[in-house]
């Protein structure tokens, strides 16, 4: 789901489209969610609220506290579409989920994303953003991928893998962590493509043994079973 915790207020909120929004922490401390508009402004995520006050003032910000109950709701409807596409559900977090395509029968990867997600918005009224690849990795950054690229990205081949990996910074990597990011980018690795051409003695000795899993999962050896957290 795209900003999900600021389109779930916007379901309710027709008015706050195209502005600035950011969604508060239960104690109305910190940045949890931002709109597009507000990432714009370089608002960053977990921002305490009481540093930015002048930025908020200036730009119009419209800040809200949360609503979790509602927030749980609305996942709720959204997984029960997915369901109905396919039991086999894996759902990672509030605002996403993993889907096992294997038993479906599907002529183009692309063209069944950009239906599922015309569905959920249709019919819970959210954004969402859709991967499609052979590893849950791949997947993951598919959909990070899908952001900037019409809203979804099928990783159907070894062109469309590459083309993907060419373009995507390092920071964009599941299970990466932006700790690891600066470190690389020092040692001349801005993106995914440059990680994976390092050599696996070099990659070995950066990572420990779920970061090389991560690594093979990029290059497409399935190393995450579906329901696998890790």
């Not at 959909?143 to 920071?171: N, S």
Request: include cysteine; hydrophobic fraction near 40%.
């Amino acid at each position: 789901c795209n900003n999900f915790f600021v389109s779930c207020e916007r379901l309710f909120r027709p008015d706050l489209e195209g502005k600035p929004v950011i969604v508060l922490s239960n104690n109305d401390g910190c940045f949890i969610s931002r709109s597009a508009e507000a990432k714009a402004l370089g608002l960053p995520m977990g921002a305490p609220v009481f540093k930015w006050k002048q930025e908020l003032r200036l730009h119009d910000v419209v800040l809200l506290s949360a609503n979790f109950e509602l927030y749980g709701d609305i996942s709720q409807r959204i997984s029960e579409v997915l369901r109905e596409v396919t039991p086999l559900v894996e759902v990672y977090s509030i605002d996403e989920c993993f889907l096992d395509l294997s038993q479906l029968s599907i002529a183009d990867h692309a063209q069944w994303a950009q239906h599922l997600q015309a569905r959920v918005q249709r019919e819970v009224g959210i954004p969402v953003s859709i991967g499609v690849a052979p590893t849950k990795t791949l997947a993951k950054v598919a959909t990070t991928y899908a952001k900037t690229h019409g809203g979804c990205f099928a990783v159907v081949d070894e062109a469309a893998r590459q083309a993907m990996l060419r373009e995507l910074p390092i920071e964009d990597i599941w299970g990466l962590g932006w700790r690891s990011a600066p470190r690389l980018r020092e040692q001349g690795i801005s993106t995914a493509e440059q990680l994976l051409s390092a050599s696996d003695g070099w990659l070995s000795g950066q990572f420990n043994s779920s970061g090389m899993r991560m690594i093979r999962e990029l290059r497409g050896e399935v190393c995450l079973s579906f329901g696998d957290h890790h």
